[in-house]
């Protein structure tokens, strides 16, 4: 029942043919095998698994582009090889062109396989010629055979034909066609090709007729393209045919004139004739000729026209002019010089004359170019100025300018500071030392918020706080000379400028830059007088950088002492909030002191940094800078310093650690002024905390405000037992006294100031209340005034 059952009855008659079986007897078990029913049939599924088989023992389908196929119904198998063979008959069926999208539903197989088989063919092909792959078609050397007869054939009865209408036709690319074109042309096509025409002899003849009749027929210049296209001849026959059928009229003397191949201007030789006697004419006896006068005349491009008949003329921009116009013209600047004094060289050349014209004709003037070189000028496109007259303006604005210099200053002088006077008095709200109430807190809490968003983040351009300090800018254009204020300057040299608005103009922006930079070196002469003043400034402002830089280090120092007996988190806290008081407090004007210093050292070897600078610099109160003028003075320094001025003017309220603000003021000391801060020494220290504890001695004795006492005897006390300098802001007055609890103090000493803080505190909170009631806020205030009187005779007496 297998599928190799046919091979037994064979092997048996090879075995009866051995055993001597006659002919007749094998031929009767044949027709027996033969009439025997086969006892099992295969099914389609058998089939095609036993194919599968085959196919994976490579028994078939094996060769190189021979596999077997697939057809799209599924129930039937093709080769390779039997598919290309079809591919063939049908492209040669179909007229030896055919795309690949068709051949699937005639052969009934994927695209896939009709793609691969028409590559082989078209690569079996391109040797010998007779099949092509084109833009995914199958194309055979018959069919453009066909295609160069067809070609032909429309040839024959048009005359001419254009590869891009062919193309069309046979919906083939115009290179493929052009290219079949070329390869026919002389054997199948009769004819010729240029330019992508194909034409006939006869053709040739019919448009040289057109043109001859043309030519011979104008009597003015005439455009050959717009004559021709008229009497039925093809564009691309103008453009490929007619300049040659022209050049060959012309050679056979068949015609006279000129052609212009770019333009395809004909022009007749009788007209060429008598236009040029009339442009010679007018132009031998004016000396110039307008290019509207020749194109009403019939010359489309006069310029080029009589450029070529008179290449030593001047050929301008509306006009043609002979340099016989030059002489009149020298003539005119010449007294101008002379007198000293200025002219419109529009006046001295005739009326066509154009701006553009008169502009581009003087630059050919020998003596206009010797003028210039000598320092005379051109203003106002055609205004000649002389050099003396030039020299006289500059004399004029040099003195109005320093007159006008000297009034500024003046002025400025006297004018008030009002609006910068209450921009830092905005800015200076120190921290309140008595923060330690919810009501207070919150209400410094807002207060600090609105001065830091505001003041930081408005910065140059804001409006808020900005105070007089605004108009940096707005100044110097109010101070600096403008072109209305030269313009107005320079009618004093002469009157006729009033009504030479023009030349007045254009004078204004020449010497503009001239006034302006007189203006400024008539303030450096102003600024170099307050020399010495400044001199002394830079010297009390190196002190003080000094004297502030040390009590700086002696601030810091303190923190040390103030982190002692404290939990490790608590001394952090304290340590971060004091840093921030002593950088606000004691940093911050040392900062400002060095950008003054520094600002003061670039003005006194000639740097402008600009009034607004000189003021903030040069003011003596001790008002510090806002954060907008510390901005604006280090933006204004000397720009291998601005940089770096600027970035720690903006980050020394952000830096982590209070040795690190220390460490960038000293070396911006160094940058930015060219010193060095000096090292503390132990005797210098002492004699510093010494210092320090008479002031406070002395402005606790003096003190008149009961609740400010214990702010200043609880430095004074570190002053005395620790000596130490500390700066406290209120609300770390009670982490401080921890650090002067027994043994520091007595523990009755410690006591009462202790009891004293805590009254005053108490006293602030309810004071600051409403609901408060006023005779129990009278009664705390009798007790802090006794508490007050017994601390500073207890911290007097300890001093002493």
């Not at 005439?222 to 300049?243: E, G, M």
């Not at 921009?317 to 002219?343: H, R």
């Amino acid at each position: 029942g297998s599928l190799f059952d046919w091979k037994k009855p064979r092997m048996d008659m090879m075995a009866d043919m051995d055993d001597g079986l006659s002919l007749e007897d094998l031929m009767a078990q044949l027709s027996t095998a033969q009439e025997t029913k086969t006892t099992a049939r295969l099914s389609e599924r058998n089939v095609v698994e036993l194919v599968s088989k085959l196919k994976e023992k490579g028994l078939i389908g094996a060769e190189e582009n021979n596999a077997l196929l697939h057809t799209v119904t599924g129930k039937e198998y093709i080769t390779e090889k039997k598919l290309r063979q079809e591919v063939k008959e049908q492209v040669e069926k179909l007229g030896g062109r055919v795309g690949l999208a068709d051949l699937p539903p005639l052969l009934e197989v994927d695209i896939v396989h009709c793609e691969k088989a028409a590559k082989i063919l078209a690569k079996e092909g391109e040797e010998k010629g007779d099949i092509r792959l084109i833009d995914g078609e199958l194309l055979t050397q018959s069919y453009f055979d066909d295609v160069g007869v067809e070609i032909n054939e429309s040839l024959q009865q048009k005359g001419q034909l254009t590869i891009g209408e062919m193309a069309k036709v046979l919906d083939l690319s115009a290179d493929l066609v052009s290219k079949t074109v070329e390869s026919k042309i002389g054997t199948v096509i009769e004819g010729q090709m240029e330019a992508g025409l194909i034409y006939t002899g006869v053709y040739i003849a019919r448009v040289k007729a057109i043109v001859r009749g043309v030519l011979r027929g104008s009597a003015a210049p005439l455009n050959l393209k717009t004559a021709c296209s008229r009497l039925d001849v093809h564009d691309v026959a103008l453009n490929a045919l007619i300049p040659n059928i022209v050049s060959s009229l012309i050679k056979e003397d068949q015609v006279k004139g000129t052609y212009q191949k770019g333009s395809m201007i004909w022009t007749p030789t009788l007209y060429g004739q008598l236009q040029e006697q009339n442009a010679l004419s007018f132009f031998k006896s004016n000396g110039y000729v307008e290019y509207d006068s020749l194109k009403k005349l019939g010359i489309e491009k006069p310029k080029q026209y009589l450029k070529d008949r008179f290449p030593d003329c001047l050929p301008l921009q509306t006009v043609f002019a002979s340099t016989n116009v030059l002489p009149s013209l020298d003539a005119a600047l010449d007294d101008c010089i002379a007198s000293e004094s200025y002219i419109d060289t529009t006046v001295h050349l005739p009326s066509p004359f154009s701006t553009a014209d008169v502009v581009e004709i003087v630059q050919f003037s020998p003596r206009f170019k010797q003028a210039v070189s000598s320092g005379c000028m051109l203003l106002a496109e055609t205004c000649f100025v002389s050099k003396a007259f030039c020299d006289k303006c500059k004399l004029v604005l040099k003195e109005q300018v320093k007159k006008r210099a000297e009034e500024l200053k003046a002025s400025k002088a006297s004018e008030g500071k009002k609006g910068r006077d209450a921009e830092a008095v905005a800015a200076v709200e120190e921290e309140d030392d008595w923060d330690t109430g919810k009501g207070k807190k919150g209400k410094k809490g807002k207060k600090g918020g609105k001065g830091g968003g505001k003041g930081g983040g408005k910065g140059a351009g804001g409006k808020k706080g900005g105070g007089g300090k605004v108009a940096p800018k707005d100044d110097a254009t109010k101070d600096t000379p403008t072109l209305s204020d030269i313009s107005s300057l320079l009618k004093n040299v002469d009157d006729e400028l009033e009504y030479e608005t023009e030349l007045l103009s254009a004078l204004s922006n020449h010497f503009i830059h001239f006034a302006q930079q007189e203006h400024k070196e008539a303030l450096r002469a102003h600024l170099k007088a307050d020399s010495e003043a400044r001199r002394v400034l830079s010297e009390g402002l190196a002190s003080s950088v000094v004297k502030t830089a040390h009590n700086l280090a002696l601030y810091a120092k303190s923190l040390s002492v103030l982190e002692e007996e404290e939990e490790e988190n608590e001394a952090k806290s304290t340590k971060t909030q004091l840093g921030r008081h002593i950088v606000r407090t004691i940093a911050l004007p040392q900062l400002d002191q060095i950008l003054k210093l520094s600002a003061l050292q670039a003005m006194n070897v000639g740097q402008d940094l600009g009034d607004e600078i000189n003021e903030l610099v040069s003011k003596t109160k001790t008002t510090p800078l806002t954060d907008k003028e510390r901005l604006s003075i280090a933006k204004a320094l000397p720009k291998d310093i601005s940089k770096n001025a600027t970035d720690i003017a903006t980050t020394i309220l952000k830096k982590e650690s209070l040795s690190e603000v220390v460490s960038s003021l000293e070396e911006a000391a160094f940058d930015f002024c060219g010193s060095r801060i000096p090292k503390l020494d132990k005797k210098l220290e002492h004699r510093m905390v010494k210092d320090y504890q008479n002031e406070l001695l002395a402005t606790l004795n003096s003190n008149q405000t009961l609740t400010s006492t214990v702010a200043v005897a609880v430095p004074l006390l570190f002053a005395i037992k620790k000596n130490c300098m500390v700066n406290l802001p209120g609300k770390l007055l009670s982490v401080a006294l921890k650090h002067l609890e027994p043994p520091v103090l007595e523990e009755d000493d410690f006591k009462v100031v202790e009891e004293l803080h805590k009254k005053t505190v108490t006293f602030i909170q309810k004071s600051s209340r409403k609901d408060t009631d006023t005779e129990e806020l009278s009664e705390l205030e009798l007790e802090l005034g006794t508490l007050s009187s017994t601390v500073t005779k207890l911290v007097s007496d300890m001093c002493t």
